[in-house]
């Protein structure tokens, strides 16, 4: 157990040290921003990873914690000095709000089961977006407003290095939550709701603890993602947000925390690649068909997800391989028995 355990560590922190050392490797903007991209929404995915991976919660309604967050930084931004005392109180502020709106959601939504769950989130959710096109003093509505970043923001490759930090710190947060005590009772209601009642576990009480980590983290994903753009408008309000972050969960793979990452990488690097292919041939024009089926064939070949998948794979080889030393050790004790 220490080996494999230290061995993980081993591979996160390699990883972590090439992804240091790779802008000044290769310092090209557009990979520079693409990869600072594929961070911001492998934290929103790891956020959506904690209600479905490790909790069994379907949500439809987490664009509205992304969009709170994005939108608190950009408001705060443009009407205070865009210093970056303001950006980490914006941060902060955003998910104050984000934690305290997915309280209040999780007591009224989540006594509910599946679908009922789903639909109701996803109303919370279409209220929120309402409120943002309608309220448009403050958000501009449909338009959206640009705002000035902190100065130090302006060098890409230092904004690089904050959101990466970020999605180290989350990363290492996320893992130790899931491997608490109060991690071990959400897997359990995930696996058997019922029986984790029955051994005198309040489970609406652990489901909304899920939703209140699921909902800062997601807010402060938004808060990287708004100051990226530099403009913020209802878009990181919409469904096409929840589902972008539960189809990179599903085709990572489910409570792994790490898949959520690497579909990030995939769906992100997808969509830069299938967008840069439509310049030079026409047919990639809608490149979002391809896209879809690129979904489509990750569902069927990979139903577990990539990480999913391999492990799988690694576990039949495994009882393959111990199989298989068994019956070669078996003919060999009778043997000698015999003799």
């Not at 972590?16 to 990869?35: E, G, K, Q």
Request: a positive charge; proline letters at 2%.
């Amino acid at each position: 157990m220490t080996m494999r355990l230290s061995l993980q560590h081993l591979c996160f922190f390699l990883i972590v040290a090439i992804l240091v050392l790779l802008p000044f490797v290769n310092d090209s903007r557009t990979l520079i921003i693409l990869l600072t991209q594929i961070f911001i929404f492998g934290i929103l995915a790891m956020s959506y990873d904690i209600l479905l991976g490790y909790t069994g919660i379907v949500s439809f309604g987490h664009a509205m914690f992304f969009g709170l967050g994005a939108y608190t930084t950009a408001v705060m931004l443009k009407q205070m000095e865009p210093t970056l005392a303001t950006f980490l109180l914006s941060i902060v502020v955003g998910m104050l709000l984000a934690g305290f709106i997915s309280f209040l959601v999780g007591l009224l939504t989540l006594r509910l089961k599946s679908h009922f769950f789903a639909m109701l989130t996803l109303s919370f959710s279409g209220l929120f977006l309402v409120v943002a096109e309608k309220w448009r003093s403050v958000t501009y509505g449909n338009d959206g407003f640009t705002f000035r970043a902190p100065e130090m923001f302006r060098d890409r490759m230092t904004f690089y290095f904050i959101v990466l930090a970020c999605l180290v710190v989350i990363f290492i947060a996320l893992y130790r939550f899931v491997h608490s005590p109060t991690g071990r009772i959400l897997i359990a209601v995930r696996e058997n709701e019922q029986r984790t009642k029955s051994l005198g576990y309040n489970t609406l009480y652990y489901k909304v603890i899920a939703s209140i980590v699921a909902g800062t983290v997601a807010s402060l994903a938004g808060s990287l993602y708004a100051v990226s753009l530099r403009f913020v408008n209802t878009s990181v309000m919409t469904m096409d947000i929840t589902l972008d972050a539960l189809l990179m969960t599903i085709i990572g793979g489910v409570g792994t925390l790490v898949g959520p990452l690497l579909g990030s990488a995939v769906i992100e690097y997808a969509q830069h690649a299938l967008s840069g292919l439509a310049r030079d041939y026409p047919i990639f024009e809608r490149w979002i068909i391809f896209f879809g089926i690129l979904y489509i064939l990750a569902v069927i070949f990979f139903p577990k997800g990539i990480i999913g998948s391999l492990r799988l794979m690694f576990w039949k080889w495994r009882l393959k391989h111990k199989d298989k030393n068994q019956t070669s050790v078996v003919p060999s004790q009778e043997k000698e028995r015999f003799e």
